[in-house]
């Protein structure tokens, strides 16, 4: 695709896109983000590269979502442990958030602008997804720019063209039993300079908070670098907070920060706000 000099002087800022949580057992996880009253999006199987064969084959893992009005959260989790298992490093290290994609309109203007700064970066590739569409098949297609792992400990980048946004942004898949409306902010955890370098070349879209302040801020020491925690809005931040109690699950308050334990999201703290 032929780009233009002025698309690449007008690429907007990035945009906070998703947050991507990898887990063991996929039914497991889905069944805590449920029990949140989130609504998830059906079991997409993931595909890609697999050593020793040819073409697009089948990963051990599937995904499914969370879709709001601004962002989404993504779980990922195994479904076939005798398939390949591309998140092993991942996994090792911890369960919880390892991707933090953040949204552009052109991949290659973004890439062009974003590179000079950000050498973490590797050039926009085609990545497609199938799924069944109100009873039809259809492919979801985007264009993505990776960082590369071994540069950045605190998890993957990936800065994302959505080429086919109506295929993920269902309006039956944005109607949640707790309300929630947005993903509104992302904190990573870190006490190295690089780690906050990289987040301001990504347009500053994510804070970064030292290990310590962010323990003693959420009372949990993070497996750092990583990314700590997201805040998630709520079209009735009250109505949804007597959800969760309902279910059982109550929400940490310390002066106006509300959230919830890792041990109730999957491994990361949620922010719970209302929606402005």
Same mark, same amino acid.
């Given at each position: 695709?032929?780009?233009? &000099?002025?698309?690449?002087?007008?690429?907007?800022?990035?945009?906070?896109?998703?947050?991507?949580?990898?887990? =063991?057992?996929?039914?497991?996880?889905?069944?805590?983000?449920?029990?949140?009253? !989130?609504?998830?999006?059906?079991?997409?199987?993931?595909?890609?590269?697999?050593?020793?064969?040819?073409?697009?084959?089948?990963?051990?893992?599937?995904?499914?979502?969370?879709?709001?009005?601004?962002?989404?959260? %993504?779980?990922?989790?195994?479904?076939? &442990?005798?398939?390949?298992?591309?998140?092993?490093?991942?996994?090792?290290?911890?369960?919880?958030?390892?991707?933090?994609?953040?949204?552009?309109?052109?991949?290659?203007?973004?890439?062009?602008?974003?590179?000079?700064?950000?050498?973490?970066?590797?050039?926009?590739? %085609?990545?497609?997804?199938?799924?069944?569409?109100? =009873?039809?098949?259809?492919?979801?297609?985007?264009?993505?720019?990776?960082?590369?792992?071994?540069?950045?400990?605190?998890?993957?980048?990936?800065?994302? %063209?959505?080429?086919?946004?109506?295929?993920?942004?269902?309006?039956?898949?944005?109607?949640?039993?707790?309300?929630?409306?947005?993903?509104?902010?992302?904190?990573?955890?870190?006490? +190295?300079?690089?780690?906050? &370098?990289?987040?301001? &070349?990504?347009?500053?879209?994510?804070?970064?908070?030292?290990?310590?302040? !962010?323990?003693?801020? !959420?009372?949990?020491?993070?497996?750092?670098?990583?990314?700590?925690?997201?805040?998630?809005?709520?079209?009735?931040?009250?109505?949804?907070?007597?959800?969760?109690?309902?279910?059982?699950?109550?929400?940490?308050?310390? =002066?106006?920060?509300?959230?919830?334990?890792?041990? +109730?999201?999957?491994?990361?703290?949620?922010?719970?706000?209302?929606?402005?």
């Amino acid at each position: 695709m032929a780009m233009s &000099a002025h698309a690449i002087t007008t690429d907007a800022p990035l945009r906070l896109d998703h947050v991507g949580a990898i887990v =063991g057992d996929l039914a497991a996880a889905a069944l805590r983000w449920e029990r949140l009253g !989130f609504t998830l999006s059906p079991l997409s199987r993931q595909r890609g590269a697999v050593p020793g064969q040819s073409g697009m084959q089948p990963w051990a893992t599937a995904n499914r979502c969370a879709i709001f009005g601004r962002g989404y959260l %993504e779980l990922i989790g195994t479904v076939d &442990a005798n398939a390949y298992q591309p998140w092993t490093r991942f996994l090792a290290r911890f369960q919880g958030l390892h991707l933090l994609a953040l949204r552009c309109h052109d991949a290659a203007a973004a890439y062009a602008r974003l590179a000079p700064k950000a050498a973490f970066l590797d050039p926009p590739v %085609e990545r497609e997804r199938n799924l069944v569409y109100r =009873g039809e098949a259809r492919t979801m297609r985007f264009r993505n720019i990776f960082s590369r792992d071994a540069l950045c400990p605190e998890g993957r980048y990936i800065v994302i %063209e959505h080429q086919t946004p109506e295929l993920l942004w269902q309006p039956e898949l944005m109607r949640h039993d707790n309300g929630a409306v947005a993903l509104d902010q992302v904190i990573l955890v870190s006490d +190295d300079p690089k780690v906050a &370098a990289r987040a301001q &070349a990504l347009d500053g879209v994510a804070q970064v908070l030292a290990t310590r302040a !962010f323990a003693e801020r !959420f009372d949990w020491s993070a497996p750092a670098p990583c990314i700590g925690a997201i805040t998630v809005a709520f079209a009735d931040l009250d109505y949804a907070v007597g959800l969760l109690g309902g279910r059982g699950i109550a929400p940490r308050r310390r =002066g106006e920060e509300l959230w919830l334990d890792p041990a +109730d999201t999957n491994g990361f703290v949620m922010r719970l706000t209302q929606h402005a």
